[in-house]
């Protein structure tokens, strides 16, 4: 019985924990996955709390490694992916993040991750891709192309 009470604590404060995540008040979110994760150890519940300490406190190296965990416990979870790819942005590794969220969409897809991507922007593949993207050619050729709407 005591058992069961504290399993269903565990699922209320996770659930408030996910309503002011969405509402984007962090700091009330991560005081209610703390207690969800105190109640009951769930990895699956590690990925947002991974975002949170992130976000929160500047965590990011933790931040991965507990989406990781979750990542590792359910791997075809997107919601895991999404918040390893937001923490990755918040550490400022995006090739990574990008990286992450396109596995994501390989897996299924989500609308979060579809937004993300949409907001992070995709470059177009370089003019002369035997040179580097930063090559003089490739640079100017391309915005020269792309102001005269070649490209």
């Given at each position: 019985m005591e058992h069961q009470e504290?399993?269903?604590g565990?699922?209320?404060?996770f659930a408030l924990g996910m309503t002011a995540l969405a509402e984007e008040d962090i700091l009330s979110a991560l005081v209610h996955?703390?207690?969800?994760?105190?109640?009951?150890d769930y990895p699956g519940w590690y990925s947002y709390m991974g975002y949170c300490i992130a976000r929160a406190r500047g965590q990011h190296?933790?931040?991965?490694?507990?989406?990781q965990g979750s990542l590792a416990?359910?791997?075809?979870?997107l919601g895991?992916?999404?918040?390893?790819?937001?923490?990755?942005?918040?550490?400022?590794?995006?090739a990574e993040a990008v990286r992450v969220l396109r596995e994501g969409m390989a897996k299924g897809g989500s609308p979060e991750?579809?937004?993300?991507?949409?907001?992070?922007?995709?470059?177009?593949?370089s003019l002369f891709r035997v040179l580097h993207r930063d090559n003089p050619?490739?640079?100017?050729l391309g915005l020269l192309l792309s102001r005269l709407g070649l490209r």
């Open positions: 504290a399993a269903e565990a699922e209320k404060e996955l703390e207690r969800a994760l105190k109640l009951r190296r933790k931040g991965i490694e507990l989406c416990a359910e791997p075809d979870h895991h992916r999404y918040n390893l790819g937001r923490v990755h942005l918040l550490s400022g590794d995006k991750i579809i937004r993300l991507l949409e907001t992070l922007g995709i470059r177009k593949a050619l490739n640079k100017y």
